[in-house]
């Protein structure tokens, strides 16, 4: 009984922190923060900011013929795949939060990281990359 109730607890345990990506939702806006310091925002939310912040950072990561298809206007284009990644996001200002997005969510979430690791206060990944914006909201 006693080896169950072990076993039981390190199953539990295990199970808890693989699935701990996710630290606490922000009441009001539903922003998700994970564990990484990133904080995940739905297309509608990230809408709402973009209407009311003229001096916002957004960062499509995507490649240049991604871009060129078609992107959040207002978008700067920073590859993620470039080898001068990172001089491109040192000439964003880190106190002021970046918006990253890509295809789907696994580059910008790279991305994210990498922009945190670099020392940048707030960053934001657009939950569902760039497949989850509106079709009709400020495309270029």
């Not at 939310?45 to 499509?60: A, C, F, S, T, Y």
């Not at 871009?67 to 880190?94: P, W």
């Not at 910008?108 to 990359?129: P, T």
């Given at each position: ?6 076993c ?13 990506d ?65 001089s ?44 989850g ?8």
């Amino acid at each position: 009984m006693r080896s169950q109730f072990a076993c039981s607890f390190f199953v539990l345990f295990f199970l808890i922190g693989c699935n701990n990506d996710y630290r606490h939702v922000d009441g009001q806006n539903q922003t998700i923060e994970t564990t990484s310091g990133k904080k995940i925002l739905k297309a509608d939310q990230l809408i709402e900011i973009l209407k009311n912040d003229d001096g916002h950072q957004i960062v499509d990561v995507r490649t240049p013929e991604e871009y060129a298809e078609s992107h959040i206007e207002g978008a700067v284009n920073f590859n993620i795949y470039d080898d001068d990644f990172s001089s491109k996001i040192a000439t964003l200002d880190r106190q002021k939060p970046v918006y990253v997005y890509c295809k789907s969510g696994k580059r910008s979430g790279k991305a994210a990281k990498i922009l945190i690791d670099e020392g940048f206060d707030e960053v934001f990944d657009l939950k569902g990359g760039f497949d989850g914006w509106p079709a009709d909201k400020d495309k270029q």
